[in-house]
């Protein structure tokens, strides 16, 4: 599994976009990139996952950058409902076979 | 998608005793993933566990303390036994769904040893 590397915390103020990057300059060529973040009290959620393009669903983008070493999660209009700690995970399966490799994760907190 | 159903969803236990989690999904799946959450911390994997054959044990898990049972594909305990305060966590079960590429997790059992 890749080693990430996410800040420890950020703020992002309601309405705005939330931008969080993810180091992994170790990711080799079949390593996906996964995203998940865990609210207060809850288990973990799956937000997304990519492995060359940017990818976009309901919940968010993931822009990954051409030589994979780095991408960014995009929350495009945030509410203080995305207050979470969020995870950046790059392994080969998406726990299927494995489990998850969770690292510390970046706590979000969405400021009114 | 997946739904996972914990219990007990927290309890507060006597240092040297037992604990069964029991975790129950809503569809059959062929690999259950336990793990814990220490207070603070990140997750960590615990152990695997296959419908039909021991459960596999993470490095520093071992199965006298964390035993593990998976008797049909929909249902699996994880058992913490002779607890110590250290094993205040949160214990949470995993599956993956009909996507391969995403997991699904329980509300987790919050364990207090007291």
């Known amino acids: 599994d890749a080693k990430t590397t996410q800040p420890t915390s950020m703020d992002c103020a309601e309405g705005r976009a939330a931008n969080l990057p993810c180091n992994h300059s170790t990711i080799s060529g079949n390593e996906y990139v996964y995203w998940y973040r865990q609210i207060h009290s809850q288990g973990p959620q799956y937000i997304i996952h990519g492995l060359k393009n940017n990818e976009t669903n309901e919940m968010a983008s993931l822009i990954i950058t051409e030589d994979r070493k780095s991408s960014t999660l995009i929350l495009p209009h945030a509410t203080l409902r995305d207050t979470a700690v969020y995870y950046c995970?790059?392994?080969?399966?998406?726990?299927?076979?494995?489990?998850?490799?969770f690292g510390k994760g970046t706590h979000l907190i969405i400021q009114p | 998608s997946a739904v996972i159903s914990q219990k007990p969803s927290r309890d507060i236990c006597q240092r040297g005793t037992s604990l069964t989690i029991q975790c129950q999904v809503d569809s059959q799946v062929t690999m259950m993933f336990w793990y814990r959450q220490q207070p603070g911390q990140s997750l960590t994997l615990i152990a695997t566990?296959?419908?039909?054959?021991?459960?596999?044990?993470e490095s520093g898990f071992v199965i006298d303390k964390f035993p593990i049972s998976r008797p049909n594909l929909t249902f699996s305990t994880l058992t913490v036994s002779n607890m110590s305060p250290e094993d205040s966590s949160i214990y949470l079960c995993?599956?993956?769904?009909?996507?391969?590429?995403?997991?699904?997790f329980g509300q987790g059992t919050r364990l207090t040893v007291v």
């Open positions: 995993s599956v993956v769904g009909g996507s391969p590429f995403e997991a699904f």
């Open positions: 995970i790059g392994q080969d399966s998406g726990g299927g076979a494995d489990g998850l490799t």
């Open positions: 566990a296959n419908q039909g054959s021991e459960a596999t044990y």
